[in-house]
């Protein structure tokens, strides 16, 4: 399912069909996403493995991303974007005929979907981010804002109360109950602002300013997957150190003060001095970021309790990474030239990793 909108989307003529391709295919990678983490914390038993193998997931992770970034640059450098669509689909059938042969199936657990909690979570969600992007263009009390601010408001709110009736829900609110968790699941709807702006702001400020090709703003953004990817590698041993608490705080605030040095950069600042030492905090950060709220939402479930912990992660995940990105093209709208919308959204960016120090400051210590 998550293959094939790929090679649609890679052929498809106009802006309008390519958007909505992109959310048959949203679909299909969220159930990938959720059923693949599921696989991984049903294989490791709760404790130092399972915590061991969420720093593995998070430094493959970033690996991927650091080859997605340099094949992404390669292939739109010497030919189209499109191709980079295309080189998905070998990858996706690869995995699903290899999957079946190297993964262990875990135990089946009978019940049925919640379509109606699926669609109206999907739909609540969508309007807020169209709201938030509208506002952007337009004053808050215009339609095309207040109008789908207060429609996706309604929606979830509508969509909360559904499950608190429903026998299956797609989403178990007693997840909620545990402070840690809750606040571990608000983490990961903020914690994407402080990632996304490296991504976006300094692709277009490399190539715009520096004239550099695709694939040189691939590299340039490369130093990011491979801190993190080193740092996760070490994160297990960190955080049986010091202890979930610090180790995030310690990574939000990295989040904090590179978003704060990005935000001073000017088009004539070098690479080396004025680029790097952000993007090294960005990705030392991140990895400290990821792991202890992941260890802490999936610690203490039940078996039939793991997916939905898992769908709940990646969902506030995608959500808070659109949320957040809207809310930052919206502080930077309207900017007499780029340097001045680069800086207030790096501004955006900082508040946003101040937002997830101040819910890991709330953490509750926990014995090591």
Known sequence: MATTPYAVRALVPSGGLLIA?????????ACAAANGFVLMLSTFA????????????????????????????ALTSAGSW???????????LAIALLAPRVIAETARIRGRFDLRGALLSALGAAALVYGLSQAAEHPWSDALVAGPLLAGLVLLSVFVG????????????GLFRDRDRALAFASMLVLPGGLIGAYFFLSQFFQQHHGWSPLEAAFGLLPVPVTMAVVAAVGVRVERAIGPK????????????????LSR???????LTGVLPGLLLLGAGMAFCVI??????TSGLRPEELGSAASVLNALQS????????????????????????????????????????????????RR
Request: a positive charge; proline letters at 5%; hydrophobic letters at 55%.
């Open 319 to 366: 959500v808070g990474g659109s949320l957040c990105i809207a809310l930052m093209v919206t502080a930077s709208a309207g900017r007499a030239d780029f340097a001045d919308t680069m800086s207030a959204g790096f501004t955006a960016g900082a508040a946003f990793a101040g937002a997830a120090l101040l819910i890991a400051l709330c953490l509750r210590p926990r």
């Open 21 to 29: 391709v992109r959310a048959v295919e949203g679909a299909g990678a």
């Open 292 to 297: 202890p709220p992941t260890v802490l939402a």
């Open 265 to 271: 950069l000017g088009a004539g600042d070098a690479y």
């Open 246 to 261: 610090p180790m995030m705080a310690i990574g939000t605030a990295a989040l904090i003060a590179e978003n704060l040095w």
């Open 162 to 173: 559904t499950q608190r009736r429903a026998a299956e829900p797609i989403v178990r609110l």
């Open 82 to 92: 499109r191709w980079v669509l295309l080189l998905n689909v070998p990858m996706g």
């Open 46 to 73: 709760e404790g130092p493995a399972r915590k061991r193998a969420i720093a593995v997931c998070t430094a493959v992770g970033a690996a991927s991303t650091a080859g997605g970034l340099l094949l992404a640059g």
